[in-house]
């Protein structure tokens, strides 16, 4: 079983629409939970992290259930320029040393 | 004002050769990474240096050597390169806050990363 798991999609979706990912971890001691995008051919950038509590950032919603070791992201109001790879990343201590591990990404197409 | 360069963008070169990437960061940060990016996309951690200090040794053949002259540089040398090897490679930095473990883990600045390609 793969330590972060995500659908890769694609998802296609109109302008406007809202559409959501999710993300499963196996390792129930992971620290720390964040949403990296990586567009076509480019690094990946921290688009946020993702607090227990939820958090919001504009169009952008990230959810933790730390029970289910299940992470997810909202975008509302989609735009053409989300289109990108959506990486689910979560940090993990081994060793008494702090590594990411990440996702496949989820792939999104936002379409006019 | 790149904050992490890597060099070079693209390198094609025959099997069973030797080539050098490095990478160079500005913003200060006490740790660099090495990640590969295979052909699914998967993004995985190979190395980790915090402050000249090897922390972090995945399982990498030992044909990829990497070398830390100081903290702002992290350079990945492979040794016999094997068509396998052929994948996106990613220098990172990030500055480790002190926490839980070795630091509490802050955002990773990628570079734009070198396209490997072994024919």
């Known amino acids: 079983r793969k330590e972060v798991e995500q659908d890769p999609g694609p998802f296609n979706v109109p302008e406007g629409a809202t559409v959501a990912f999710n993300c499963t971890y196996s390792?129930?001691?992971?620290?720390?939970f964040f949403w990296y995008r990586q567009d076509c051919r480019k690094e990946p950038k921290l688009l946020m992290s993702v607090y227990s509590s939820g958090n919001e950032d504009g169009r952008f919603t990230a959810q933790l259930n730390r029970a289910s070791q299940y992470i997810s992201l909202l975008i509302r109001d989609s735009k053409l320029s989300d289109s990108a790879t959506y990486l689910c990343?979560?940090?993990?201590?081994?060793?008494?040393?702090?590594?990411?591990?990440f996702g496949q990404g989820t792939t999104l197409q936002v379409k006019p | 004002d790149t904050a992490v360069s890597q060099t070079p963008k693209y390198l094609v070169t025959q099997m069973g050769n030797d080539k050098s990437i490095k990478c160079e960061q500005n913003l200060g940060h006490d740790t660099m990474y090495w990640y590969k990016q295979d052909s699914k996309k998967f993004l995985k951690i190979m190395f980790s240096y915090n402050n000249k200090e090897l922390i972090i040794n995945e399982t990498v053949p030992n044909r990829f050597s990497p070398k830390s002259p100081d903290k702002a540089h992290l350079n990945l040398h492979i040794n016999s390169l094997e068509l396998g090897d052929s994948a996106v490679y990613f220098c990172?930095?990030?500055?480790?806050?002190?926490?839980?473990?070795?630091?509490?883990?802050?955002?990773?600045?990628f570079g734009p990363g070198t396209r490997l390609t072994v024919l």
């Open positions: 990343v979560v940090r993990t201590i081994s060793s008494n040393t702090g590594k990411l591990i």
């Open positions: 990172a930095s990030s500055q480790e806050r002190r926490g839980v473990g070795r630091g509490y883990g802050s955002e990773q600045f």
């Open positions: 390792n129930s001691a992971s620290q720390s």
